[in-house]
């Protein structure tokens, strides 16, 4: 392997040794900007370096969408401090944040697309990744019933800030507070997130050419998902994986003629389907419901605050919620509501726009070429993650797949097809 590759590598395969000192979230954002400045370094000395720290090409020009947007995220930030006059002291915080959060979402793209990095390389050690966790698994489905504490240490590390104790916590399991039953949360900081990364460990399991890592990488994800009780990682799950291998259909006319079909059948059905589709997403609400309520109650105050308030570019930092919301912070639980009252338009364009960007870019490479599909399944990942959670701090967790997507452009740059 490369030198990229054993630092990628190993921090991956000892995601469970960092986590047990409380130490991801500081080995995130440290990882991304030593990568992002090798990055760096390998454009501007090429040939000067050793064979496997040369850049393997130019910059895509997605990646170096990113980086406009993520810049501009900056300085929306700077103006939302300015305009709301928060102080020195607030901003300096709020950009050590930008940049253990948003600059992340640029740094691991260039990185994966300049770096010598290999797919194969990556895919291995998350399966990796999913071995131990599964050799982990018996020890935390059995610690809630013999007793075990649910909190086990919080590190030290918290001196270095974050945005809660618990991003530095080891947990065995959590109490869900509406049925008070157990529910595990594995590496993330809360049960949710947890369901979506098992997502995204089962994307990258299917990759694995090697059918004993495919069938673990898919136990351990799905595990992740079922015991984290996540909602949204149930609903991605099968979109994000069943959605990339179905894009390939669009070339096929049967396909666009068996849509038509299907399209028919489901408009003389129409009262039929609605009611269901209903039943469904009341079902899906009801599951946890006070949840959702939170959720909904939080979006609206944002939305509200953002219109009445400050449009452009927001209000430079989430605020503590009412009593209503169980003292929530309103910018939260929402990456897109929480944009446009944190950073407004400006902060939302410029997320939105390098996103769209690229989630057309795979979804039009899955349709052509299978190496397309991971990258699609884990920007579907990403935009159903987006609609419950802020994405930008839990980035930290997230690196592999930002890693693969700056891969994966790379690659297409190689194939020509880009």
Same mark, same amino acid.
């Given at each position: !392997? =490369?030198?990229?590759?054993?630092?990628? $590598?190993?921090?991956?395969?000892?995601?469970?040794?960092?986590?047990?000192?409380?130490?991801?979230?500081?080995? /995130?954002?440290?990882?991304?900007? #030593?990568l992002?400045?090798?990055?760096?370094?390998? +454009?501007?000395?090429?040939p000067?370096?050793?064979?496997?720290?040369?850049?393997?090409?130019?910059?895509?020009?997605l990646?170096?969408?990113?980086?406009?947007?993520?810049?501009?995220?900056?300085?929306?930030?700077?103006?939302?401090?300015?305009?709301?006059?928060?102080?020195?002291?607030?901003?300096?915080?709020?950009?050590?944040?930008?940049?253990?959060?948003?600059?992340?979402? @640029?740094?691991?793209?260039?990185?994966?697309?300049?770096?010598?990095?290999?797919r194969?390389?990556?895919?291995?050690?998350? *399966?990796?990744?999913?071995?131990?966790?599964?050799?982990?698994?018996?020890?935390f489905?059995?610690?809630?019933?013999? /007793?075990?504490?649910?909190?086990?240490?919080?590190?030290?590390?918290?001196?270095?800030?974050?945005?809660?104790?618990?991003?530095?916590?080891?947990?065995?399991? =959590?109490?869900?507070?509406?049925?008070?039953?157990?529910?595990?949360?594995?590496?993330?900081?809360?049960?949710?997130?947890?369901?979506?990364?098992?997502?995204?460990?089962?994307?990258?399991?299917?990759?694995d050419?090697?059918?004993?890592?495919?069938?673990?990488?898919?136990? @351990?994800?799905?595990?992740?998902?079922?015991?984290?009780? *996540?909602?949204?990682?149930?609903?991605?799950?099968? #979109?994000?994986?069943?959605?990339?291998?179905? !894009?390939?259909?669009?070339?096929?006319?049967?396909?666009?003629?068996?849509?038509?079909?299907?399209?028919?059948?489901?408009?003389a @059905?129409w009262?039929?389907?609605?009611?269901?589709?209903?039943?469904?997403?009341?079902?899906?609400r009801?599951?946890?419901a006070?949840?959702?309520?939170?959720r909904?109650?939080?979006?609206?105050?944002?939305?509200?605050?953002?219109?009445?308030?400050?449009?452009?570019?927001?209000?430079?930092? %989430?605020?503590?919620?009412?009593? +209503?919301?169980?003292?929530?912070?309103? /910018? *939260?639980?929402?990456?897109?509501? $929480?944009?446009?009252? %944190?950073?407004?338009?400006?902060?939302? +364009?410029?997320?939105?726009?390098?996103?769209?960007?690229?989630?057309?870019?795979?979804?039009?490479?899955?349709?052509?070429?299978?190496?397309?599909?991971?990258?699609?399944g884990?920007?579907? %990942?990403?935009?159903?993650? *987006?609609m419950?959670?802020?994405?930008?701090?839990?980035?930290?967790?997230l690196?592999?797949?930002?890693?693969?997507?700056?891969?994966?452009?790379?690659? #297409?740059?190689?194939?020509?097809?880009?």
């Amino acid at each position: !392997m =490369t030198l990229p590759e054993r630092i990628v $590598a190993g921090t991956l395969v000892w995601t469970w040794g960092i986590y047990a000192f409380g130490g991801l979230y500081v080995v /995130g954002p440290v990882l991304a900007w #030593v990568l992002g400045v090798l990055a760096i370094l390998s +454009l501007y000395l090429g040939p000067a370096l050793r064979a496997d720290l040369r850049p393997t090409g130019r910059v895509p020009w997605l990646v170096w969408l990113w980086i406009a947007g993520m810049a501009a995220m900056l300085i929306a930030l700077w103006a939302g401090h300015l305009d709301w006059e928060l102080g020195l002291k607030k901003t300096i915080k709020s950009t050590v944040g930008w940049a253990k959060g948003w600059a992340l979402l @640029a740094l691991f793209p260039l990185a994966g697309a300049v770096l010598q990095l290999r797919r194969e390389v990556l895919v291995r050690a998350h *399966s990796k990744l999913a071995l131990a966790t599964l050799i982990l698994l018996p020890i935390f489905a059995v610690a809630p019933f013999i /007793g075990l504490p649910e909190r086990i240490f919080t590190s030290p590390l918290k001196a270095v800030g974050g945005p809660g104790p618990e991003y530095f916590t080891v947990y065995l399991y =959590t109490l869900d507070p509406e049925s008070w039953t157990p529910r595990w949360q594995f590496y993330a900081p809360w049960s949710p997130f947890a369901g979506l990364l098992g997502v995204i460990m089962v994307l990258f399991a299917l990759e694995d050419r090697r059918t004993f890592w495919l069938v673990i990488g898919c136990a @351990a994800g799905v595990a992740m998902i079922l015991m984290s009780k *996540s909602r949204m990682g149930l609903v991605a799950l099968v #979109v994000a994986t069943v959605g990339p291998r179905m !894009m390939p259909l669009m070339l096929k006319v049967w396909a666009w003629s068996a849509g038509a079909v299907v399209t028919a059948m489901m408009a003389a @059905a129409w009262t039929t389907v609605t009611v269901f589709v209903e039943d469904t997403i009341d079902g899906f609400r009801t599951a946890r419901a006070d949840s959702s309520r939170v959720r909904a109650t939080l979006q609206r105050i944002a939305r509200e605050r953002w219109q009445n308030e400050s449009v452009w570019v927001g209000h430079g930092q %989430v605020e503590p919620g009412p009593h +209503l919301v169980e003292y929530m912070p309103i /910018g *939260s639980h929402h990456t897109w509501w $929480a944009l446009l009252f %944190v950073k407004g338009v400006v902060g939302f +364009l410029a997320f939105a726009v390098p996103f769209v960007a690229h989630f057309l870019f795979t979804a039009k490479d899955a349709v052509v070429h299978p190496g397309g599909r991971l990258p699609f399944g884990i920007l579907l %990942v990403f935009l159903i993650l *987006s609609m419950g959670e802020n994405i930008e701090i839990e980035a930290y967790l997230l690196w592999p797949a930002l890693l693969m997507l700056g891969i994966h452009l790379r690659e #297409v740059a190689e194939r020509g097809t880009s």
